[in-house]
């Protein structure tokens, strides 16, 4: 168990349709991130928020946005969704902060189906 | 823009056999992780290496870093068939809010008895 939290484990919703994706870091880590693995593109990273702000942005799209809570919970929000957004989502937290070794744990992730 | 390459994308090997996997990364990076996923399953951490020939082992895994080539390799010594999954490298900058990773492709490794 790595100590990253990550609800719901699967969600099945259709097309145009918006989702909430929900993850707890581990006890200490200030940052959190999101990632997106799909066969076609592997895994790519999303977006990084430590303690509460937005830090570094991939290639997410303008349909998906993110927040940190002050309770360093995050959540994902994607919206009108297509099929191409089936995939799992994982959460990952660090210690962050340019920490020497800075190792990101992983969730067990969220498969999301869009039909 | 980073880029992380491994090769093989798969792997198939008999017990017992020795075999390395490759990763080659094209800038200059701080960190280099490998990771392990079991089908559907998270990602595991196995190694983090820091400087230019570091070496990490643990049990029939080991990993070493050249980061003047570039390049580190993860290298599985009488393979046993609980080592079979996909192995992802990983990169990062040791840089305030640009610690993002960028993976490798992966390499789906299966041992056949």
């Known amino acids: 168990d790595s100590g990253v939290t990550q609800t719901p484990k699967h969600l099945i919703t259709a097309t145009g349709q918006r989702v909430t994706l929900r993850c707890s870091p581990r006890?200490?880590?200030?940052?959190v991130y999101w990632y997106q693995q799909s066969l076609d593109q592997g895994l790519q990273f999303l977006i990084q928020?430590?303690?509460?702000?937005?830090?570094a942005k991939g290639n997410i799209l303008e349909r998906f946005s993110a927040q940190q809570f002050p309770d360093l919970h995050s959540e994902l929000n994607l919206s009108s969704l297509e099929l191409g957004d089936s995939a799992l989502y994982f959460c990952?937290?660090?210690?962050?902060?340019?920490?020497?070794?800075?190792?990101?744990?992983f969730g067990a992730g969220t498969r999301l189906s869009v039909l | 823009e980073l880029k992380v390459e491994q090769n093989p994308l798969f792997l198939s090997m008999q017990e017992g056999k020795n075999y390395t996997i490759y990763c080659n990364y094209s800038?200059?990076?701080?960190?280099l992780y490998w990771y392990r996923q079991d089908p559907g399953k998270s990602l595991e951490s196995l190694f983090v290496?820091?400087?230019?020939?570091a070496v990490k082992q643990e049990g029939r895994l080991m990993a070493s870093l050249d980061t003047k080539a570039r390049l580190s390799t993860l290298h599985i010594t009488a393979a046993v068939h609980d080592l079979s999954a996909t192995y992802f490298c990983?990169?990062?900058?040791?840089?305030?809010?640009?610690?993002?990773?960028?993976f490798g492709t992966g390499t789906r490794l299966t041992i056949i008895p």
């Open positions: 990952a937290s660090s210690v962050g902060a340019g920490a020497a070794k800075n190792i990101q744990y």
């Open positions: 006890s200490g880590d200030l940052s």
């Open positions: 928020y430590y303690n509460g702000e937005e830090r």
């Open positions: 800038t200059t990076s701080d960190r």
């Open positions: 290496l820091l400087s230019n020939g």
């Open positions: 990983a990169v990062d900058i040791r840089d305030f809010g640009n610690e993002k990773l960028t």
